[in-house]
């Protein structure tokens, strides 16, 4: 099965600055990679999303680069404010939606003021 | 229809009791997924329907554990003689098709003392 590993578990940086996070995967047969943010006590809610057929996807400060052959996808957010704070969660899956999403454990943000 | 909902939003049981968890999802989505989260985790797949069909149940964390989704519509999730282990919050997500973003709902956290 799929196995999706997350670097780093906590990550602090100043307002403002970029926070990058990354991600690998194990099945070559992935082709959707989610990532989803939850506050303390919320539900995780899908922030950016890239298939396997894009290379890069952008949307406003936050992207998300995939590297297939490497089996690597990062996500990037930059002009980081405090609302950014969270647990980021990625995800992988083979697509069909029968084997649901692998995701990593997760990466806690803190952005300091 | 502003979401997926989760009923009840808390439970607490005694071990050995059972409990049903309830989701009602968009309601043009035909995908309903269980994840069970574990604090510091991320969420972990446990079952997947597309309409009223059980697509994938092996993920199921024992055979304490089922699901149904009679009509195609909400779903339930039971755990019979409950044990500690499995206090966790229960999640479930809906989306439209195979590789969409899930929307999840804010879950069901259970305490099994």
């Known amino acids: 099965g799929e196995n999706v590993e997350q670097h780093p578990s906590t990550l602090s940086v100043q307002e403002g600055d970029s926070a990058v996070i990354k991600c690998t995967y194990s099945?070559?047969?992935?082709?959707?990679f989610p990532w989803y943010k939850q506050e303390l006590g919320k539900r995780p809610q899908l922030i950016i999303d890239?298939?396997?057929?894009?290379g890069e996807k952008k949307d406003q400060r936050i992207a998300v680069t995939l590297n297939k052959t490497a089996k690597h996808f990062s996500l990037h957010i930059t002009e980081t404010q405090p609302e950014d704070s969270a647990v980021y969660f990625c995800?992988?899956?083979?697509?069909?939606?029968?084997?649901?999403?692998?995701f990593g454990k997760g990466t806690h943000l803190i952005i300091q003021p | 229809d502003t979401g997926v909902s989760q009923d009840p939003r808390h439970k607490i049981t005694k071990r050995g009791q059972n409990v049903t968890f309830r989701c009602d999802p968009i309601?043009?989505?035909?995908?309903l997924y269980w994840y069970r989260q574990t604090l510091g985790q991320g969420p972990e797949f446990l079952t997947y329907?597309?309409?009223?069909?059980?697509?994938?149940k092996s993920r199921l964390l024992s055979d304490r554990f089922s699901a149904e989704r009679p009509k195609g519509s909400f779903s339930t999730l039971e755990i019979q003689r409950t044990e500690q282990g499995d206090s966790a919050m229960y999640l479930c997500?809906?989306?439209?098709?195979?590789?969409?973003?899930?929307?999840f709902g804010s879950g069901t956290r259970l305490t099994v003392v």
């Open positions: 997500a809906s989306s439209y098709r195979a590789s969409d973003g899930y929307t």
């Open positions: 099945d070559s047969a992935s082709n959707y």
């Open positions: 890239i298939r396997s057929n894009v």
């Open positions: 995800a992988a899956t083979e697509g069909g939606g029968a084997d649901g999403l692998t």
């Open positions: 309601s043009e989505h035909n995908r």
């Open positions: 329907f597309q309409n009223e069909a059980q697509l994938e």
